[in-house]
């Protein structure tokens, strides 16, 4: 089983950065396909960005490309997300995932089984 706790939301104005944080259990984060996904009040939980096991490959909706950036950390056990120039309607409650590696990460909640329990983004006009 695989425990992850986001970290760093805030409030923000637009056109500030944030970078959130996500920590796990597992010393082996590194090797997992890892996601940020993140759900508007009275929206579905939606995809932002993704990273391959080591952080060969990084995948973003088009919405945040550009703009944000997913990383691996260092600890291994630790993903970040890089947010720039941050808007209103990125707004919403960001959470982490992981699941088991494979070549091309998924975009959608139901390919991931671990997740955190969200962090909160505010982004004022």
């Known amino acids: 089983q695989v425990q992850l706790v986001e970290s760093g939301g805030g409030l923000v104005q637009a056109g500030g950065s944030l970078r959130l944080s996500c920590a796990a259990s597992?010393?082996?984060?590194?090797?997992?396909?890892s996601a940020w996904f993140r759900q508007a009040p009275g929206k579905e939980r939606e995809f932002v960005a993704s990273?391959?096991?080591?952080?060969?490959?990084?995948y973003y909706a088009d919405s945040v490309k550009g703009r944000f950036a997913i990383s691996r950390g260092n600890p291994v056990n630790t993903m970040y997300l890089q947010m720039n120039l941050l808007k209103p309607e990125d707004t919403a409650v960001y959470y982490c995932a992981a699941d088991l590696p494979r070549l091309q990460p998924g975009n959608t909640t139901k390919e991931y089984r671990y997740w955190g329990q969200g962090t909160q983004v505010t982004v004022s006009s």
């Open positions: 990273v391959t096991r080591f952080g060969m490959s990084k």
């Open positions: 597992v010393r082996t984060l590194n090797s997992y396909t």
